[in-house]
């Protein structure tokens, strides 16, 4: 047990640690397409059409891995390789279809598509947005099949090989700017996709061949289809929630000034940065241990183990958006502020990244809350709320963006995102009781002394200093000492426990 145990622990320690180099390597390919193409209209309509596609993909592609994972791994379990790989061939015979279907009508109303993406658009540049809407569609198709592939590596616990697609696709969108970009312009990123997509596919068609073998399957002798079916159909209505607004985004974002929908995807990979290290990561393991206090009915472990996590997530992502906001111009510079990304782009862009910043906080809570629903079996609950988010962010949107424009735009993002937690608190009643949103005010309140020293420590710092790498290192440096050191001194019991554990820790050593 002791050696599996250590097998896991090593496993997870390099599939994190790919993780995060692939995700710097990520943020090294955003910092090259910046340089290279900065935010114009050009970069806008790109933006626009990709990120619907990435809509479509995303959402289908996070419904179908968690309920095809589970699904699957409990089929190979209980029924052996060769059922597992019936109930694989089914889903492919069957999800095949339906993105042929939707492909075929994508097509089909690609005009209307456009004038509801770019409302704003001359008819010229909405042609230009068609273009591209008909070269991306082919990714959902190639985002849907290696999908199937990915799922089944990870349930054989090989993930190496299926984690490697954003090494992939950054090396060659970095490698298409450098050699392409001259001959196709914005249209090199587009190839880059293509060409990262073969060779991604490629190399889990030959890893995958030892697991999986496709046969022609009837769907009814697979009745395994049909709970993947029920359990996705919810996720991806949910799923669709936060990829709606991105679009909702990009659509408000075409009728401010140029550049500003580039502007706002810049801005978003920053943000990314921040909530897949900080948050993502951390929710995935709480999920687990969610799920089997819910199987035991420990409710009361539950509850304990969610209010621990949010008021640390407070303690952490309050300082975090401080920091942000306050040094957003010298964030946005560190990372794009060369070649063609100008001074324009670099206001543009922080004052998407400062509206983005104001909802970390509640990013982070409201996925905890969201992953405490989940491990209830309640995937309804959040598709219902995440209506009601969605229509918050498009009044907020329209609203905004007409007084402050393109910060308007990441702001309402972030008020979404505190209307979904606030619901979903509501929701998780249902199913816990004594649960109440207010348990978490003392910690909330107890944030104000340690913000208002941050803020005045980041204001002399800025005055201290003109370098930008200074600016943010100093700021991020001491300004989270100093914050932590003032929460402990507030005596909130979660930071004396993580103080705690920490210096056991180092004595032990």
């Known amino acids: 047990m002791a050696k599996k145990s250590r097998g896991i622990m090593a496993t997870t320690i390099v599939v994190t640690t790919l993780t995060l180099c692939f995700k710097l390597l990520g943020f090294v390919k955003q910092m090259v397409v910046a340089y290279y193409f900065g935010t114009t209209g050009a970069t806008d309509i790109y933006n626009v059409a990709f990120s619907f596609v990435g809509m479509l993909s995303s959402a289908f592609i996070k419904a179908i891995t968690i309920s095809m994972v589970s699904i699957y791994t409990h089929t190979l379990v209980q029924k052996g390789r060769d059922a597992a790989s019936r109930l694989i061939s089914a889903c492919l015979e069957l999800l095949l279809p339906v993105v042929l279907v939707v492909l075929l009508f994508t097509y089909m109303f690609t005009p209307f598509i456009a004038k509801l993406l770019a409302p704003t658009y001359t008819p010229d540049e909405s042609l230009m947005l068609q273009h591209f809407l008909y070269i991306c569609y082919p990714f959902f198709l190639f985002a849907v099949v290696t999908l199937v592939w990915t799922t089944i590596m990870d349930s054989n616990k090989d993930f190496v ?143 304990k183990t969610m209010r621990t996590a949010v008021n640390i997530m407070i303690c952490i992502m ?99 995102l505190t209307v979904n937690f606030l619901i979903n608190s509501h929701m998780l009643k249902k199913h816990v009781p004594s649960y109440s949103i207010r348990q978490f005010a003392p910690t909330l309140f107890k944030q104000i002394p340690g913000a208002a020293v941050l803020v005045l ?49 180092v004595l032990k050593r």
């Open 457 to 505: 420590l980041v204001y002399g710092i800025k005055h201290v200093f003109s370098s930008n790498l200074l600016i943010f290192g100093f700021s991020g440096l001491f300004g989270l000492i100093i914050y932590a050191l003032i929460l402990m001194l507030m005596r909130i019991e979660e930071v004396n426990m993580v103080k705690d554990k920490v210096f056991s820790k």
């Open 318 to 416: 309050v300082p975090i958006t401080i920091i942000t906001c306050m040094c957003s111009d010298q964030i946005v510079a560190i990372a794009y502020l060369r070649g063609n990304f100008d001074h324009n782009s670099l206001v543009m862009t922080s004052a998407a990244l400062i509206g983005y910043a104001i909802g970390f906080t509640s990013s982070g809570v409201r996925d905890i809350v969201i992953r405490v629903l989940y491990s209830f079996k309640d995937t309804k609950g959040p598709m219902i709320t995440g209506f009601f988010a969605v229509a918050s962010n498009i009044i907020a949107s329209i609203i905004l963006s007409k007084f402050i424009g393109i910060m308007g735009v990441s702001i309402a993002s972030s008020i979404c």
């Open 161 to 303: 090989v299926s984690r490697t697609e954003s090494f992939i696709g950054s090396v060659t969108t970095i490698l298409c700017c450098v050699f392409l970009n001259h001959v196709l312009a914005v249209t090199s990123l587009v190839v880059a996709q293509y060409i990262s997509y073969i060779i991604f596919g490629t190399m889990l068609l030959i890893r995958g061949r030892k697991y999986f073998t496709f046969t022609f399957t009837k769907l009814s002798e697979v009745p395994e289809v049909k709970m993947v079916l029920l359990t996705a159909l919810p996720l991806f209505i949910g799923n669709s929630v936060g990829q709606i607004n991105r679009i909702v985004d990009h659509s408000i974002a075409t009728g401010l000034p140029e550049g500003s929908v580039t502007a706002l995807a810049d801005a978003v990979v920053l943000e990314d940065f921040v909530c897949n290290i900080l948050i993502n990561n951390v929710v995935d393991i709480l999920y687990v241990n969610f799920s089997t206090y819910v199987a035991e009915n420990n409710q009361e472990q539950l509850l």
